[in-house]
């Protein structure tokens, strides 16, 4: 085969473009952003999913009495067993005017009993945080389920009229999805920190949980269906 000029050009520049850090450095941050996409997809699709389905799903007015939400799609099972970092998902909260909801925060979810119980090697997680006392709490750069809050598993159905005692006094309600099956599960000892990489991805330069969910920050356009869910199925629009 005979090679042209134009072909060693372009070969030149390949090699050129591969050695280059600036370059290299473009293509893992285009990566990360298509990861963080896909992320914020799925935690739409999941939310959409069990807040769609009244009869097995999470009760409304619980959605309408939470202060934030926490989702976290494709919860790794075999990552858990060994300890590793396993789940990555988003926190949003309540705008501070209570209309709306907030930017999406980048969160890792890590150990403690995540409900595989119900089946399956991948685990959808929802954990709705009832009290505002919990937020600050949450936001922090490590924050333990049940130890740094109470938590209990969440009632499923149309209406939360299925609370216990316990429910209605616990600061973090907690749910589980897998294979189909969904239903209310404990979190506890399952430990929640900032994922740093995700908003550096959403926001284009280093931003904290805090900043993001209770400030002023414009959601980015990849957020925008699971912000819509979250609208569509709450109907508070002010706090009482």
Same mark, same amino acid.
């Given at each position: 085969?005979?090679?042209?000029? =134009?072909?060693?050009?372009?070969? =030149? ?28 997809? $799925?935690?739409? /699709? ?9 009869? &097995?799903?999470?009760?409304?007015? =619980? ?9 976290? #799609? ?10 590793? &970092? ?9 705008? &501070? ?6 930017? #999406? ?8 009993? %995540? +409900?595989?119980?119900? +089946? ?8 709705? %945080? ?5 937020? /600050? ?7 333990? %389920? +049940?130890?740094?809050?109470? %938590?209990?598993?969440? #009632? ?18 907690? @749910? ?6 969904? $239903?209310?599960?404990?979190?506890? +000892? ?7 990489? !995700?908003?550096?991805?959403? @926001? ?5 949980? &805090?900043?993001?969910? =209770?400030?002023?920050?414009? #959601? ?8 819509? !869910?979250?609208?569509? @199925? ?7």
């Amino acid at each position: 085969m005979r090679v042209t000029k =134009l072909m060693l050009a372009a070969i =030149l520049v390949a090699l050129v473009a591969s050695s280059d850090p600036w370059v290299r450095k473009s293509a893992a941050r285009t990566k990360g952003d298509n990861d963080t996409t896909k992320r914020l997809n $799925a935690a739409a /699709d999941v939310l959409g999913e069990i807040l769609g389905a009244p009869d &097995k799903g999470i009760p409304h007015d =619980l959605l309408d009495k939470a202060a934030c939400a926490v989702v976290v #799609p494709n919860v790794k099972k075999g990552a858990f067993i060994v300890g590793a &970092k396993y789940g990555r998902g988003f926190i949003v909260c309540r705008r &501070k005017s209570g209309r709306d909801w907030s930017a #999406p925060g980048g969160v890792i979810i890590e150990g403690g009993s %995540v +409900g595989f119980q119900i +089946g399956g090697s991948e685990t959808d997680v929802i954990m709705l %945080v009832m009290n505002e006392g919990a937020i /600050d709490k949450l936001l922090s750069s490590k924050f333990t %389920v +049940g130890g740094d809050a109470s %938590v209990a598993a969440g #009632p499923v159905g149309r209406t939360s009229s299925a609370e216990t005692d316990a429910q209605l006094r616990a600061q973090i309600l907690t @749910y589980s999805r897998s294979r189909g099956l969904f $239903a209310g599960v404990s979190l506890q +000892g399952a430990t929640l920190r900032p994922d740093d990489d !995700a908003n550096k991805d959403m @926001y284009g330069q280093p931003m904290s949980n &805090k900043d993001v969910v =209770l400030g002023n920050v414009k #959601p980015p356009p990849a957020a925008a269906r699971l912000i819509a !869910a979250l609208n569509r @199925y709450s109907n508070r629009r002010a706090r009482g």
